[in-house]
């Protein structure tokens, strides 16, 4: 089994930044594909970001040149920069691996 530790979320302004941090233990070396999704009060879950052990992400549209996930395979971690952050990115922040292990999500609130 796969267990997932986050990080890294909070209260930051309007056009600040801020990075995520998510930690797989057990067995990683099944791991696939990591990522980040969202869930905003009264909204459905939604991708974030997602990447591969090749490398290949891939970048939800209202994120993109805003937000860069990035994975060390050497420590398990996946990170998600955001910046340039927008009211509209608050939202309870969850690590994913495969999509079949989930974190146990960190809010992310942005407001001045």
């Known amino acids: 089994q796969v267990q997932l530790v986050e990080s890294g979320g909070g209260l930051v302004q309007p056009g600040g930044s801020l990075i995520l941090s998510c930690t797989a233990s057990?067995?990683?070396?099944?791991?696939?594909?990591m990522g980040w999704y969202r869930q905003a009060p009264g909204k459905q879950r939604e991708l974030v970001a997602t990447?591969?052990?090749?490398?290949?992400?891939n970048y939800a549209d209202s994120v993109k040149g805003r937000f860069v996930i990035s994975r060390d395979g050497a420590k398990n971690t996946v990170y998600l920069e955001m910046i340039s952050l927008k009211r509209e990115d608050t939202a309870v922040y969850y690590c994913?691996?495969?999509?079949?292990?989930w974190g146990q999500g960190m809010q992310v609130t942005v407001s001045s």
């Open positions: 990447i591969t052990g090749s490398f290949i992400t």
């Open positions: 994913t691996a495969d999509m079949s292990t």
């Open positions: 057990g067995t990683t070396g099944t791991i696939m594909s």
